[in-house]
Nanobody, 125 residues
């Protein structure tokens, strides 16, 4: 059983920073990409950022471009999300996810095979 475990969420003032992380445990697997999605209360889960270990680079939602940065270690199936200049509208549960097939689009939830349980990020105004 593969598990993705997020940590590093929390409460921060607007303009502050957080750096949640996600690590895989359990059965080893080879991922070709990992991503972050978020779900705010009453809204659907949406794409935030993703990184391809297969030379596909990284991708960001327009709402976080220039403020968030995704990085990680493919050998350890670990991914980080550096979040700067946080806004109250960034408040959500943040989920990480992993793809085990190469070459799939990074933005679509259906293309991910493994999901974490989520970590809460709250940005106070």
């Amino acid at each position: 059983q593969v598990q993705l475990v997020e940590s590093g969420g929390g409460l921060v003032q607007a303009g502050g920073s957080l750096r949640p992380s996600c690590a895989a445990s359990g059965r080893t697997f080879s991922s070709y990409g990992m991503g972050w999605f978020r779900q705010a209360p009453g809204k659907e889960r949406q794409f935030v950022a993703a990184i391809s270990w297969n030379g596909g680079g990284s991708d960001y939602a327009d709402s976080v471009k220039g403020r968030f940065a995704i990085s990680g270690d493919s050998a350890k199936n670990t991914v980080y999300l550096q979040m700067n200049s946080l806004k109250p509208e960034d408040t959500a549960v943040y989920y990480c996810a992993g793809q085990v097939v190469a070459g799939l689009p990074l933005r679509f939830q259906g293309e991910y095979d493994y999901w974490g349980q989520g970590t809460q990020v709250t940005v106070a105004s």
